[in-house]
């Protein structure tokens, strides 16, 4: 389904969006997620169509939040989400402190900036995942991200183009 969104966002694709789903098959289901750099919330959104319990999405721009909350409406899934509107680090912080933990957490921040290694850092310090919990990491294929980071471990790695998924699970 093809999600209202603006044009300054980079949304997966949906070849993108469906390999990630393919990988995680049926943990998705009852799974708490976090959607980091939300954008249009299309991966968070495609989690709780798939059978996620909650997922929280972060989006700074308030325009593409405002997108999130009403494609959550729009598809009856208000109920089971919530959106943050500040920026990822930030929010990690936030969430750290209110002591939430996920099983899934994914995160699609704009290529180029150093973002990717960065939300990886942050969470590689904060107690925010579960056990065994898996980060998926969209960024491009230029950008490199640490394989070990403290309990962050390097799963798997798939090119898409110019985008790298990367998979890493909490041990």
Known sequence: MKLPGLRATRPSN??????IFDI???RVLDALCLDLFS??????IEALSRGAKEVVFVERDRRNKKVILENLKTLGLADRGKVIGMD??????RLNKEGLKFDLLFADPPYLKGLAEKCLRNLAVCDILFSCALIII??????????HLNQLVL?????????????YERK
Not at 138 to 147: A, D, F, G, I, V
């Open 14 to 19: 949906n070849k993108i969006r469906e390999a």
């Open 24 to 26: 995680l098959g049926g």
């Open 39 to 44: 954008g249009t919330g299309a991966l968070g």
């Open 88 to 93: 990822a680090e930030r929010a990690l912080k």
């Open 138 to 147: 969209e960024h491009h294929k230029k950008e490199e991200l640490s394989e």
């Open 155 to 167: 799963r798997r790695r798939k090119k898409y183009g110019d985008t790298l998924l990367s998979i």
